[in-house]
């Protein structure tokens, strides 16, 4: 098994910045990539940003590329999601995602933290 646990998230005004944080522990070993999902109100959960374990591959939603960077830190088993330009719009709850499939895009993720709320006021 492995535990996702998320921080960083906030109130934060329209055009400020956030950084999430997912520390994972257990069997990481098994953990080939990672994502970050959100889900606002009534809306159904989306993707955010996926990395693999070495860091080389990243991908982004259109909608928050350019403004979104996710990387990792492997001496302490943590994913991040620098979230620059923020707008209304990305306010949600944002969920970190660990996964032990090779295939980067590949819509299923195998564990999942808990979330940690965004709120950005306009």
């Known amino acids: 098994q492995v535990q996702l646990v998320e921080s960083g998230g906030g109130l934060v005004q329209a055009g400020g910045s956030l950084r999430l944080s997912c520390a994972a522990s257990?069997?990481?070993?098994?953990?080939?990539?990672m994502g970050w999902f959100r889900q606002a109100p009534g809306k159904e959960r989306e993707f955010v940003a996926a990395i693999n374990w070495g860091g080389a591959t990243t991908y982004y939603a259109d909608s928050v590329k350019g403004r979104f960077t996710i990387s990792r830190d492997n001496a302490k088993n943590t994913v991040y999601l620098q979230m620059n330009s923020l707008k209304p719009e990305d306010t949600a709850v944002y969920y970190c995602a660990a996964d032990r499939s090779t295939t980067m895009r590949r819509p299923a993720y195998d564990y999942w933290g808990q979330g940690t709320q965004v709120t950005v006021s306009s």
């Open positions: 257990g069997r990481t070993f098994n953990i080939y990539r």
